[in-house]
């Protein structure tokens, strides 16, 4: 018998191994004999960050919350009403957006290609009539590349909906992973409501400061920065949290299916060791995307106002942005599944997927364009009730003009956002089939024999020599 594959504490007995593969938990690692790390907090440090950021927001929510929401003149509360309501909106929302991409995945994969074509032509058509020619010269070639690869992968379709009806039948095989990513989301929504509180509160009216002498006025970026890093800093968090919680459950149910169950042992020790344990790797890769966007969101605050400069910084920190959060979608996965440390874990997947050969199998991400899809419609739903909330209350009169535009972005962030995190978990469980396809092919083949042939058989069809 073969060596036992070890998923962050659950020990099975593998068959031998005949295919000269690559050894489990590290794949590819220059430390092939190590084992997973099973005990020890990894990243404290980032998870103390964590901490005094969430700290801090609630501080100051505390301290001028309370006076804010009590006056009766105060006429930025209407916007933390607005917070809630929306975030409970996005959360009902979700959770059709997530019985479509489990009811239709091929459908749902073919729309999100269609999107992304439809978006690129309207941005085209846009910069030529608003923008200038350059931009629009540069729409029309994003809009060619765009149909191109929408013409090209179309056939491969059946490849990504096989892959999700596997992550499907994982998920379902393991029901309580959606309960926590409510959880999660249900944290997401009440975080959302204490940081507008203290903005609104504490700090809206310090992001502004105007000049008595010419009238003028300019933001206060430093603390725009700031206060856009706390807010991405914690999603970012959340939403990886979800991530890792289902790709330890995934990992489980692949070679121990006996502890899979809807408050199966796979589901309760994956959550907790998210929390506890993996929770500073979280936190590790989730600043360093935060800190990309929120520069992004300070780049388009000061677009108009500083041209061309200020546009390719922007498009730069969204391609940085980009390529960290496609190595954080790994890397996570061995956070979930073998307890690495962050910078060891993005390491250890990476060799694995050069090791077998896969670079341009996960490069080919189309479950998450049906996932983007699905979460910019409900954004703009949720943005769209946003704005007649603003117009049939009354208390929004006295506003600034403005304040349907910041009704409406109010909603689209926040089902935007909510929506990203309960959708997490479909995507996460397709990352993670990936992963353990790489890392354990017998293993799955051993205890889910239909799946396995399925996905075999798919794999060799768009991907010959791949398996």
């Not at 594959?5 to 004999?33: K, M, W």
Request: proline letters at 3%.
């Amino acid at each position: 018998m073969g060596d036992p594959v070890i998923v962050q504490g659950t020990a099975v007995v593998a068959p031998p191994r005949n295919d000269g593969g690559v050894s489990y938990g590290g794949a590819g690692v220059a430390e092939t004999n190590q084992e997973p790390s099973k005990t020890g907090c990894k990243d404290p440090i980032f998870a103390i960050l964590f901490y005094m950021n969430i700290s801090a927001i609630c501080v100051v929510a505390v301290i001028y919350g309370k006076e804010a929401m009590a006056s009766q003149e105060s006429e930025y509360a209407e916007f933390v009403y607005a917070a809630l309501l929306f975030g409970v909106a996005s959360f009902l929302a979700s959770g059709v957006g997530l019985f479509m991409l489990m009811a239709f995945p091929a459908s749902m994969i073919k729309a999100g290609l269609i999107f992304s074509v439809v978006m690129a032509l309207v941005f085209t058509v846009y910069a030529f009539m608003f923008i200038g020619m350059i931009f629009g010269v540069i729409g029309a070639i994003f809009f060619l590349i765009t149909v191109c690869y929408a013409f090209y992968v179309w056939k491969r379709i059946p490849f990504a909906a096989v892959n999700m009806l596997t992550a499907g039948t994982a998920v379902q095989a393991n029901l309580g992973v959606i309960v926590h990513a409510v959880f999660f989301t249900l944290l997401e929504i009440g975080w959302f409501v204490i940081w507008a509180i203290a903005v609104v509160a504490g700090w809206f009216e310090k992001t502004t400061t105007c000049n008595d002498n010419d009238h003028g006025c300019s933001q206060n970026y430093g603390l725009l920065f700031l206060l856009f890093l706390s807010l991405f800093f914690t999603q970012q968090v959340l939403q990886s949290c979800v991530h890792v919680t289902v790709a330890g459950t995934v990992g489980t149910w692949w070679v121990a299916p006996n502890e899979s169950g809807f408050c199966s042992r796979g589901v309760y020790n994956s959550f907790i060791r998210t929390i506890t344990t993996s929770f500073g790797s979280i936190c590790f890769g989730s600043l360093l995307v935060a800190i990309l966007q929120a520069l992004k969101t300070l780049a388009s605050a000061m677009a108009q106002q500083n041209g061309l400069v200020v546009c390719i910084a922007e498009c730069i920190l969204d391609n940085l942005q980009s390529l960290l959060g496609y190595f954080n979608r790994w890397a996570f996965i061995y956070v979930g599944v073998y307890g690495f440390s962050y910078i060891k874990s993005g390491k250890s997947v990476m060799q694995l997927f050069a090791d077998r050969g896969w670079d341009a199998i996960i490069a080919d991400d189309l479950v998450g364009g049906a996932i983007f899809l699905v979460c910019v419609v409900i954004g703009l739903i949720i943005g769209g009730i946003g704005v007649a909330y603003a117009k049939f209350n009354p208390n929004f009169d006295d506003l600034a003009q403005n304040s349907t535009i910041a009704v409406f972005l109010i909603g689209f962030i926040a089902g935007l956002f909510i929506c990203s995190i309960l959708l997490s978990t479909v995507a996460s469980g397709v990352n993670t089939v990936i992963v353990m396809f790489a890392d354990a092919p017998q293993e799955f083949e051993q205890n889910h024999p239909e799946l396995s042939a399925k996905m075999r058989a798919c794999w060799e069809e768009f991907y010959p020599g791949s398996v």
